[in-house]
């Protein structure tokens, strides 16, 4: 079988094999760049609270005086909600709607404009059973190009879909600069934390994309998450504890700088602001390798 060689995107690139060879993968257009922007991929395992966390961290940017643009990679398009306070129409719904000519469309048809400036969008996806994710997706970053909005913006938070790690959903990591995971201090998150960091390493090999750290997420304690972390080399870079608030301020379809201060949500807004300021001015690339299942079947938990 033949592969087509890339090249990865640093100064220290030398030829590959192509991305996914033996497989099906999503190719990202070569001529898409991003310019300046600092862009992250959120992953985690479904339910954890990515949407919550990409939506206050994008808050939380905007507040350090950045413009931010999150995109939106779950076709449920609920990603930005907080923000904007509604479910905006997707990039495929606008595209349906002009017989996918893509040249008809304008910024205001898909991009909206959410809390303190953030600019939303969301992917959508297909009929289910029908389409590739990572085919939105794709189309959606050629969106934001064609329309020069990459080059306007300081930051991109992509917030993906669950846990899936196949080729469309794993297309984000293609544009990332840094990919983050959510997850929470028990056996099912960091399970699925464990195949997520497999994926980010897999797309590393061609891509500039490296693993930037472990958010976590909906926990008390996070003991078997530092645990995880310390053997297979990750390094936990925030906690947000499972508080009754955070669970309000989506039913209020809010980010946390809206809602009424108390004393724990100040501490949880501090340290929001402390995670964007360490995004902002850069981690440094993790080099940490996944366990087999089984063996990380066998690693969690107590003695």
């Known amino acids: 079988m033949t592969t ?6 640093d100064a220290n690139s030398r ?18 760049d991003a310019g300046n922007a600092k ?19 994008s808050a939380a940017f905007s507040k350090l005086g950045k413009r931010v643009l999150q995109i939106g990679c779950d076709p449920k398009h609920d990603s930005t909600f907080t923000l904007t306070k509604k479910l905006v129409p997707t990039v495929i719904d606008v595209l349906e709607k002009v017989n996918f000519h893509s040249e008809e469309l304008r910024v205001e048809d898909f991009v909206y404009e959410g809390y303190n400036g953030v600019m939303c969008v969301e ?7 029908t389409g590739c994710g990572g085919y939105v997706v794709g189309q959606t970053v050629k969106l934001l190009k064609e329309h020069h909005l990459l080059e306007e913006t300081d930051v991109v938070v992509f917030d993906v879909l669950g846990d899936v790690v196949c080729g469309g959903f794993a297309s984000p990591l293609q544009h990332a600069e840094r990919g983050l995971i959510v997850t929470a201090n028990d056996f099912d ?18 891509y500039g994309v490296r693993i930037g750290g472990v958010i976590a997420n909906r926990s008390k304690d996070t003991d078997q998450i530092d645990r995880f972390n310390d053997s297979v080399g ?11 608030v955070i669970r309000r301020s989506r039913l209020k379809k809010s980010v946390l700088f809206e809602m009424e201060s108390t004393p724990e949500l100040e501490a949880v807004k501090d340290e929001y602001l402390r995670l964007a300021a360490t995004l902002w001015a850069g981690t440094v690339p993790l080099d940490a390798r996944s366990m087999k299942d089984r063996e990380i ?3 969690l938990g107590y003695d």
């Open 4 to 9: 087509t060689l890339i090249e990865r995107p």
């Open 15 to 32: 030829p590959s094999r192509g991305d996914g060879a033996g497989s099906v993968q999503v190719k990202i257009d070569a001529r898409i």
């Open 39 to 57: 862009i992250f991929a959120v992953y985690g395992k479904g339910g954890i609270g990515k949407s919550t966390t990409s939506s206050n961290l």
């Open 123 to 129: 992917a959508g996806g297909p009929p289910a059973g």
């Open 189 to 206: 998150s960091i399970f699925a934390m464990n195949r997520i960091v497999a994926a980010i390493q897999a797309k590393a090999k061609n």
């Open 234 to 244: 990750l390094k936990r870079l925030a906690h947000f504890p499972d508080l009754d």
């Open 297 to 299: 079947f066998d690693f």
